[in-house]
């Protein structure tokens, strides 16, 4: 059984609306379907404003979606009352994108890491101080470092603190949101490799949120591709990225800089106008397409 089943998700936000209007639905998730097994890294994927970022936030309830199913260990998330569903977030956190705007400024490094601990009621004041120094020093940095504040740290140290944040209470599942995307390239193959590493030892499950396909590719087992709030295509990484079949997943593949210089350009386009709704449907073995 899946460890994360998400079913029929759909969020609407309104839009333009006030003391005399009623203001415009405006779909943002729209019947996403997609099941994550324990231990893998399932990617979520497409370009700025497909729904990937609002899909993440609706599986936590950060944003209430409208309607839908959302499984956590056969818990069905939704339908959870706001006692029961604070103590299941202990199991599944979330890493923000920005590592400047994600942590307060006016607390340091310990006391951010210390923040999920005193929320949930977990150990006394020293065991909350030994918990934040362990962990930051799980994600390579200095015990010298717990006092300094944000402000302080790099754009890779600051997203190692929100990490740390995030491993505070053991969860199991993890929404990693871009977690590498305002970081500098020299500094994204660290925090990926930590990601991996962590993933091994303390027996994560990840939902990767990424535009970056290259990343997806090195450290995701599946992908979903999506397009205008609607998944589109979605199956194995391998298969996805050798034999992709639906025209926009073939397009964002395209755009994929090539490795030699001198070779030919393949970037190809996609016409939303083609983009006909049509359902999922199985076109090699666990590999679904929109055609």
Same mark, same amino acid.
């Given at each position: 059984m899946?460890?994360?089943?998400?079913t029929?998700?759909?969020?609407?936000?309104?839009?333009?609306?006030?003391?005399?209007?009623?203001?415009?639905?405006?779909?943002?998730?729209?019947d996403?379907?997609? @099941?994550?097994?324990?231990?893998?890294?399932?990617g979520?994927?497409g370009?700025?404003?497909?729904g990937?970022?609002?899909?993440?936030?609706?599986?936590?309830?950060?944003v209430?979606?409208t309607?839908g199913?959302?499984r956590?260990?056969?818990?069905?998330?939704?339908a959870?009352?706001?006692g029961?569903?604070?103590a299941?977030?202990?199991d599944?956190?979330?890493?923000?994108?920005?590592?400047? =705007?994600?942590?307060?400024?006016r607390?340091?490094?310990?006391?951010?890491?210390?923040?999920?601990?005193?929320?949930h009621?977990?150990?006394?004041?020293s065991?909350?101080?030994?918990?934040?120094?362990?962990?930051?020093?799980?994600?390579?940095?200095?015990?010298?470092?717990?006092?300094h504040?944000?402000?302080?740290?790099?754009?890779?140290?600051?997203?190692?603190i929100?990490?740390a944040?995030?491993?505070?209470?053991?969860?199991?599942f993890?929404?990693?949101?871009?977690?590498? =995307?305002?970081?500098?390239v020299s500094i994204q193959?660290?925090?990926?490799?930590?990601?991996?590493?962590?993933?091994?030892?303390?027996s994560?499950?990840y939902l990767f949120i990424?535009?970056d396909?290259?990343?997806v590719?090195q450290v995701c087992n599946?992908?979903?591709v999506?397009?205008?709030?609607?998944?589109?295509?979605?199956?194995?990484?391998a298969?996805?990225?050798?034999?992709?079949?639906?025209?926009?997943?073939?397009?964002?593949?395209?755009?994929?800089p090539q490795?030699?210089?001198?070779?030919p =350009?393949?970037r190809m386009?996609?016409d939303?106008?083609?983009?006909?709704r049509?359902?999922?449907?199985?076109?090699r073995?666990?590999h679904?397409? @929109?055609?």
């Open positions: 899946a460890l994360v089943e998400v029929h998700l759909v969020k609407r936000f309104l839009r333009g609306r006030g003391l005399f209007t009623r203001g415009t639905a405006v779909t943002a998730v729209n996403v379907t997609f @099941a994550i097994e324990a231990g893998d890294t399932f979520l994927v370009e700025s404003g497909s990937k970022t609002t899909t993440g936030r609706c599986m936590l309830r950060l209430e979606p309607s199913s959302v956590f260990r056969d818990t069905e998330i939704l959870l009352p706001a029961p569903l604070r299941l977030r202990r599944m956190q979330i890493m923000f994108q920005d590592p400047y =705007s994600s942590l307060n400024p607390m340091n490094a310990r006391q951010i890491v210390e923040e999920p601990l005193a929320v009621g977990v150990g006394s004041r065991d909350r101080a030994n918990r934040a120094s362990e962990l930051l020093q799980l994600v390579g940095l200095a015990i010298g470092q717990l006092e504040y944000p402000h302080q740290f790099s754009g890779g140290q600051r997203q190692r929100n990490l944040r995030a491993l505070a209470l053991h969860p199991s993890l929404i990693l949101d871009e977690p590498v =995307s305002a970081l500098d193959g660290q925090i990926i490799n930590l990601l991996l590493d962590l993933q091994e030892r303390l994560l499950t990424a535009h396909l290259r990343l590719r599946r992908v979903a999506m397009y205008r709030g609607t998944i589109v295509e979605t199956g194995p990484t298969s996805i990225f050798s034999g992709p079949v639906h025209p926009y997943t073939r397009a964002l593949l395209s755009a994929i490795t030699d210089p001198d070779a =350009s393949q386009t996609f939303p106008a083609t983009a006909a049509v359902a999922l449907r199985e076109v073995r666990g679904w397409a @929109a055609v």
